[in-house]
Nanobody, 127 residues
Framework: QVRLVESGGGLVQPDDSLRLSCTVS????????MAWFRQLPGREREFVAA????????SYADSVKGRFTISRENAENMVYLEMKSLKFEDTAVYYC????????????????????WGQGTQVTVAS
């Protein structure tokens, strides 16, 4: 049974930084493509960032490119999302996701490509 647990969310001000963490247990972590998504109430889940199994390649939504960095530590079964220069519009519940069907060098922005999900952590950007 694969379990994902996010942590690190909170209330911050605009231009602040925050780091989200996701702990993965069960399965074989280095076989998972990992991603972060976010969601506002009443809206669809939105792709934020993804990282290939080896950590050598990443992809980002245009809205966060240059401000967010996704990374992983395979030895620790952890994936991170470093967020800088936060904006009001970054407010959302952030979800960690793991996919097993993607090739080693491929990341996906689509919800359907990730089988396992965490419960989410709230990030609120407010002045």
């Amino acid at each position: 049974q694969v379990r994902l647990v996010e942590s690190g969310g909170g209330l911050v001000q605009p231009d602040d930084s925050l780091r989200l963490s996701c702990t993965v247990s069960g399965g074989t972590f280095n076989r998972y493509t990992m991603a972060w998504f976010r969601q506002l109430p009443g809206r669809e889940r939105e792709f934020v960032a993804a990282i290939v199994r080896t950590g050598e390649s990443t992809s980002y939504a245009d809205s966060v490119k240059g401000r967010f960095t996704i990374s992983r530590e395979n030895a620790e079964n952890m994936v991170y999302l470093e967020m800088k220069s936060l904006k009001f519009e970054d407010t959302a519940v952030y979800y960690c996701a793991a996919g097993t069907s993607l090739s080693v060098t491929y990341t996906s922005p689509w919800v359907r490509d990730y089988e396992y999900w965490g419960q989410g952590t709230q990030v609120t950007v407010a002045s």
